[in-house]
């Protein structure tokens, strides 16, 4: 939870590179989902092709409550194996 900031101003600094926006998720999965979920899916958006940000939506999703939202993008993440 404390590299979350860090991450996040990273994130901020390089808008085009999904690894920061997808590590500033995992940063925050665990403490506040909803925000980690907005970081999964900036880090999904610039890579679509990133398995990790569409497990780690699944997860937030998860911890949300929204089971049917998080099917859908465990099934992207198991499509793009």
Same mark, same amino acid.
């Given at each position: 939870?404390?590299?979350?900031?860090?991450?996040?101003?990273?994130?901020?600094?390089?808008? !085009?590179?999904? $690894?920061?926006? $997808?590590f500033?998720?995992?940063?925050?999965?665990?403490?506040?989902? !909803?925000?980690?979920?907005?970081?999964?899916?900036?880090?999904? !958006? &610039?890579?679509?092709?990133?398995?990790?940000?569409?497990y780690?939506a699944?997860?937030? &999703?998860?911890?949300?409550?929204?089971?049917?939202?998080?099917q859908?993008?465990? !099934?992207?993440?198991?499509?793009?194996?």
């Amino acid at each position: 939870a404390e590299a979350a900031p860090l991450l996040a101003a990273v994130a901020a600094a390089a808008p !085009a590179d999904p $690894y920061p926006a $997808y590590f500033a998720g995992q940063a925050l999965l665990a403490s506040a989902p !909803a925000q980690a979920l907005t970081w999964f899916d900036t880090a999904s !958006a &610039l890579d679509p092709l990133l398995r990790s940000a569409h497990y780690g939506a699944f997860q937030a &999703l998860q911890r949300l409550g929204r089971p049917a939202d998080a099917q859908v993008r465990l !099934a992207r993440f198991q499509e793009l194996e």
